[in-house]
């Protein structure tokens, strides 16, 4: 059946900022939009049963509205979704974003939910095949005795055979969160946390709760402050949730205390199977320290400021005062580790 191919772009962050780095004066700045999507009607591939995922993706925004520079920097693990979104970001065409009325590059982070539904959301329940092992792995987590190496097998067995549909993708990613915090892998922990958040819309709501509070905590302990402020907003935004505004409140106060650490200019990060890790970033001046593994390059792409380091980023690597909205990505070798410390003097 030929079914439009579906890709809900789920912008990650809202860049609503108008203040430029260094200089502190006033800008106005409109973000990009998409005014036309030139993708077209195309043939559903539907091997083994017709397989939903997502994929994270960064890419910049030009001054005439075209898409380059597409790196997809996380995926739910099938390459044609790679392949397929970076398709789909080339054909988008976009009013590019304004710097006081002047158009200029900039750059975008989106999560993409791929589907084959004509009406643009999953269709899919919970198998009973995967239910079934779900539960048992979830009773082995459970177990004072688990056997952690028997446990990630039947993770990975299940979300190579069973994991099809969006459904399934956001509870094999709770039971993956679930198991990396066990395992005390808490970059890992957070990752998957942050994937299961993504995926609310197909979770029952007492996981997403604990699921939010998990990658808000987690943020939190890493120093990625601008993702927990986003995780924030989302508490008091979906539906179901029903945060009061004194619990509200609590979290707030919570991540404003986190703001004010010692340790509160360092944010650790890994890089995903795919090699790349990106956030929206708004130290000026920074380094990047690598904990483990190797990375290759640290690229800034900003509005009306792109720039990619392939060495010096170890000293020190500063934004130009005119910049805003500025996403960091760094690439190297997959499940690497490292430190992003701010430099203030």
């Not at 430029?20 to 998409?34: C, D, L, Q, T």
């Not at 030139?38 to 994270?56: C, L």
């Not at 004509?118 to 329940?125: C, L, N, Q, R, V």
Request: hydrophobic share 40%; with cysteine.
């Amino acid at each position: 059946m030929v079914k439009i191919f579906s890709a809900l772009l789920c912008v990650l962050l809202i860049m609503l900022s108008a203040t430029s780095f260094g200089n502190g004066n006033s800008k106005e700045v409109k973000a990009a939009k998409i005014i036309k999507n030139a993708n077209k009607v195309e043939e559903a591939f539907t091997s083994r049963g017709g397989m939903e995922g997502w994929t994270r993706v960064s890419f910049i925004i030009d001054k005439d509205g075209t898409t380059k520079d597409i790196v997809v920097f996380d995926y739910s693990g099938k390459d044609r979704y790679v392949k397929k979104v970076t398709k789909y970001i080339r054909n988008l065409q976009y009013s590019p974003a304004l710097v006081n009325n002047k158009p200029v590059a900039s750059a975008q982070t989106l999560f993409v939910k791929h589907t084959y539904s004509e009406a643009g959301h999953s269709e899919g329940s919970v198998t009973p095949a995967f239910a079934k092992e779900y539960q048992a792995t979830i009773d082995a987590l459970s177990s004072p005795t688990a056997d952690m190496l028997s446990i990630k097998k039947s993770i990975d067995d299940l979300v190579e055979d069973h994991t099809k549909n969006l459904n399934e993708h956001a509870l094999a990613a709770w039971l993956k969160s679930i198991y990396y915090y066990k395992n005390e892998e808490f970059l890992e922990y957070m990752r998957q946390s942050h994937i299961t958040v993504d995926l609310y819309e197909h979770l029952p709501i007492a996981i997403l709760a604990k699921s939010t509070v998990n990658l808000f905590q987690s943020q939190l302990y890493f120093g990625n402050f601008n993702g927990a402020a986003e995780t924030l907003s989302r508490m008091g935004s979906v539906n179901g949730l029903n945060l009061s505004e004194e619990t509200y409140q609590q979290f707030a106060d919570a991540l404003n205390a986190a703001k004010a650490t010692e340790s509160a200019n360092v944010t650790k990060g890994q890089l995903s199977s795919l090699g790349a890790w990106s956030q929206f970033y708004e130290f000026s001046t920074f380094k990047v320290e690598v904990s483990q593994g190797n990375v290759d390059s640290v690229e800034l792409r900003c509005n009306d400021y792109q720039q990619k380091y392939v060495e010096g980023w170890e000293n020190k690597i500063e934004f130009p005062a005119h910049t805003s909205d500025c996403i960091l990505l760094i690439r190297g070798d997959a499940g690497s580790t490292f430190d992003i410390l701010e430099i203030t003097s």
